[in-house]
């Protein structure tokens, strides 16, 4: 088992950078792959970004690629999103989640631990 814990969300304008961080506890962290998703009120959860448990290979929706790079150091228990060039529409909370066998997905089933989530607020 995992439990993950996010962090790193907040109010930013549009344009602006964050970084949020998600830190798992358990000793497997290293075995599963790590995804972020998104969830805006009224809408369905959506993916944003996810990576193998080597870090090897990365996966992004068409609507972040070139401005999110996901990242995780294995030694420190710890996915990352770094998230530049910041639009109104990527406000929403965030969530971490984890993926048995450790490659990439895309899909919300997939993954069967998830964070309590972070919000972040981008302001035109």
């Known amino acids: 088992q995992v439990q993950l814990v996010e962090s790193g969300g907040g109010l930013v304008q549009a344009g602006g950078s964050l970084r949020l961080s998600c830190a798992a506890s358990?000793?497997?962290?290293?075995?599963?792959?790590m995804g972020w998703f998104r969830q805006a009120p009224g809408k369905e959860r959506d993916f944003v970004a996810s990576?193998?448990?080597?870090?090897?290979?990365?996966l992004y929706a068409d609507s972040v690629k070139g401005r999110f790079t996901i990242s995780r150091d294995n030694a420190k228990n710890t996915l990352y999103l770094q998230m530049n060039s910041l639009k109104p529409e990527d406000t929403a909370v965030y969530y971490c989640?984890?993926?048995?066998?450790?490659?990439?997905?895309?899909?919300?089933?997939?993954?069967?631990?998830w964070g309590q989530g972070t919000q972040v607020t981008v302001s035109s």
């Open positions: 358990g000793r497997t962290f290293s075995s599963y792959a």
């Open positions: 989640a984890a993926k048995a066998p450790g490659t990439v997905g895309r899909e919300p089933w997939q993954y069967g631990y």
């Open positions: 990576i193998s448990w080597h870090g090897f290979t990365t």
